[in-house]
């Protein structure tokens, strides 16, 4: 009930309701499921501009498949975005994922940062 799901989505400002973390948690973990990642990716995007950000375990659905589907410009925006939002302790396993889908630059490693 994918079609649904975005309907309600999508209509919820209409009805003056602000989606909530677990909304956006949940969304997302379809839209992966059933590998609409660009879709997702817009998701996200609207999750970090009302700073409702899912947690680590379904954003790493959404890297991967965006990956997966050569869309590695976003998903390395995920990345740095995710690298702005949270201090460095708490960003070891972005940076275990970024060097595991190949996505790693030259930028500093915060698991390094975190133990200095």
Known sequence: MMKEAKEVYEKLEE???????????????????NEQFETGYKVFKHSVKVNKIPDFNTLK????????????KDAKG?????RKKFPPNLLVAWSKLENELGLASNAIDPAREART
């Open 15 to 33: 009805h003056c309701c602000q989606p909530n973390a677990a909304t956006f948690r949940t969304l997302l973990f379809y839209l992966c499921k």
């Open 61 to 72: 659905h959404l890297v991967e498949g965006l990956a997966k589907k050569s869309r590695t």
């Open 78 to 82: 995920m990345i740095r975005t995710m």
